[in-house]
């Protein structure tokens, strides 16, 4: 670790030091997935409104099935451009999805092209955890982190993880 962890005080970085993880907690999500794909909990080509219990659809293109190889190669057609991608305290995750401009309307699941969207990766959470019945942060410890020695977190910090934001109170 090299520089500053903090400008303002000065403060130098080490190799403790906190850091927004950002799109490299997508890669290790899909380490995730693949333990659990090797472990026949959950198959890449099934729709993933089986594993959620609610439908998970694009509305432009309601009989095109979502897949955890169309979330994870994000050709889901999820879009998040903005601050679509956050999800509000106190709103769901399938209550973020049923706004339909998280939609791409040209493009249905699947095909050859491609959007990068950050909404792909709270669904297969979501997914992991109803396959499993066990919270995300507390998942991707067993699957991942320990299995690695990885001293890391896939920063939750609220108990209740994603299983609380996928529904409308139904977990």
Same mark, same amino acid.
């Given at each position: 670790? +090299? $520089?500053?962890?903090?400008?303002? %005080?000065?403060? !130098? ?22 333990? &659990? @794909?090797?472990? =026949? ?15 998970? !659809? ?5 009989? /095109? #099935?979502? %897949?955890? =190889?169309? &979330? ?10 903005? +601050? ?6 106190? +709103? %769901?995750? =399938? $209550?973020?999805?049923?706004? #339909?401009?998280?939609?791409?309307? !040209? ?16 669904? @297969?959470?979501?997914?992991? +955890?109803? /396959? ?16 690695? =020695? &990885?001293?890391?977190?896939?920063? @939750? ?8 934001? %996928? ?5």
């Amino acid at each position: 670790a +090299e $520089g500053l962890a903090d400008r303002a %005080t000065g403060r !130098r970085a080490t190799a403790d030091s906190p850091v927004r993880v950002a799109s490299i907690s997508k890669l290790i999500t899909a380490l995730g997935v693949m333990r &659990l @794909v090797d472990a =026949r909990v959950l198959d890449l080509d099934r729709d993933v409104s089986d594993y959620l219990g609610w439908r998970l !659809r694009n509305p432009a293109f309601p009989d /095109a #099935p979502i %897949t955890l =190889r169309l &979330l994870l190669s994000h050709r889901s057609s999820l879009i998040d451009g903005g +601050e679509l991608y956050v999800i509000p305290l106190g +709103e %769901t995750l =399938r $209550g973020r999805l049923a706004d #339909p401009r998280t939609w791409d309307a !040209r493009h249905a699941p699947g095909g050859d092209w491609f959007h990068y969207a950050n909404l792909n990766f709270p669904v @297969v959470a979501s997914v992991m +955890e109803a /396959a499993t019945g066990e919270r995300f942060d507390r998942l991707m410890q067993r699957l991942v982190f320990r299995p690695l =020695r &990885l001293d890391a977190s896939t920063g @939750v910090s609220e108990p209740g993880s994603m299983a609380r934001t %996928t529904s409308q109170g139904s977990n």
